[in-house]
């Protein structure tokens, strides 16, 4: 004998059910309007943000990345297709960036005066940021040569390009630094994080990375947005360059625009594990800071900052018939 569905399930089998979840689904959306983005000016899109940082990357690097083949004399008009395609990608995602900004301040999307101006210095961040690309390029070669030299197991440049996760995190950083630098909002740090989750590397748009920069093996390398630092410093995993605390105001909210994390000098060298925090400290020119150490106050320019070393004990292994005890080597 077939039972009959019972109330509690609906009544009216899946399709029931599935109704139900929906009008849930769009009552919470609708009540929650920090996880909802309706009837507002358009988001950026990240998978175009993602395509933009691709286009960036072959002009950075012509004959590593996209078009295999590529001859000297073809290679005008490669770079021409390339910039003209950045140009208008980097328009049209600066545009919605610009807009939903302004959607924010109180702005419109449609019509009217905010679009026009919206829309005008979407095309100045445009023409600016190919302008910058030569520079980028610059920036970079001596990166990559920086990479090169500190790694004794590097063979050759090219392998810090197509390999390295501390060049592909340098990369995107130069590339969101400039927007940064423009005052584009949303763009410098859709590209910082997802140049995050590939390499495990944070780098906030907003620091100053001075020349040679080098990340050796990268993962949990954190540098905050107020972080300045200086020529050719080497940088290895699990370096925190970050806040020591944070400013509240007399509501409870953390006060933004101060300088919160350390200046690094030109020629530092910063081992494995290293955290270094607070706006005021500073670490002079051509020091070296250990592995392991953690440094709240300002290191003179020369010198070594470690920590005192560590007594090491030998115990005998716990699950092993006869052992016991422990002696100190």
């Known amino acids: 004998m077939k039972k009959g569905k019972s109330k509690a399930s609906g009544g009216s089998g899946k399709g029931g059910d599935e109704a139900d979840l929906v009008r849930r689904l769009t009552e919470s959306m609708l009540a929650d309007p920090r996880t909802c983005h309706l009837g ?13 940082v691709e286009l960036i990357r072959r002009l950075m690097f012509p004959g590593f990345f996209g078009q295999r083949g590529l001859s000297p004399a073809g ?19 600066a545009r919605a960036a610009l ?11 449609v019509g009217g005066r905010v679009v026009t101006s919206v829309d005008a210095r979407a095309a100045e961040v445009a023409a600016a940021f190919v302008e910058r690309l030569p520079e980028l390029r610059r920036l970079l070669s001596l990166d990559v040569q920086a990479a090169y030299d500190g790694d004794p197991a590097a063979i050759h440049p090219d392998e810090t390009i197509f390999c390295y996760p501390g060049i592909d ?4 950083h130069r590339v969101a630094h400039e927007f940064y630098l423009m005052g584009v909002p949303l763009l410098p740090r859709i590209i910082q994080e997802m140049a995050h989750s590939r390499t495990g590397i944070d780098i906030n748009p907003g620091a100053k990375i001075g020349e040679s920069f080098f990340i050796d093996h990268g993962g949990a390398v954190v540098i905050g947005e107020t972080t300045v630092i200086g020529d050719h410093v080497r940088v290895y995993q699990g370096v925190t360059l970050g806040a020591k605390s944070l400013e509240k105001d007399a509501h409870g909210r953390v006060v ?30 051509d020091c070296v800071i250990g592995g392991g150490v ?10 070594l900052a470690r920590q005192r070393e560590a ?14 005890g422990e002696r100190e080597i």
Not at 311 to 322: F, I, M, N, T
């Open 40 to 52: 507002k000016p358009l988001l950026p899109s990240r998978e175009a943000v993602g395509e933009l």
């Open 169 to 172: 995190a340098v990369f995107a």
């Open 256 to 285: 933004k625009g101060k300088k919160r994390h350390p200046t690094i000098g030109d020629r530092v060298t910063i081992y494995a594990g290293a955290v270094i925090l607070g706006g005021d400290t500073v670490v002079g020119d």
């Open 99 to 109: 807009r939903y900004m302004e959607g924010l301040r109180g702005g419109t999307a």
């Open 311 to 324: 007594e090491l004990v030998v115990r005998a292994h716990g699950g092993r018939r006869g052992s016991g």
């Open 294 to 303: 953690f440094v709240t106050r300002s290191v003179p320019a020369g010198h």
């Open 75 to 93: 290679l005008p008009a490669h770079v021409a297709d390339l910039v003209s395609k950045v140009r208008a990608q980097t328009e049209e995602e």
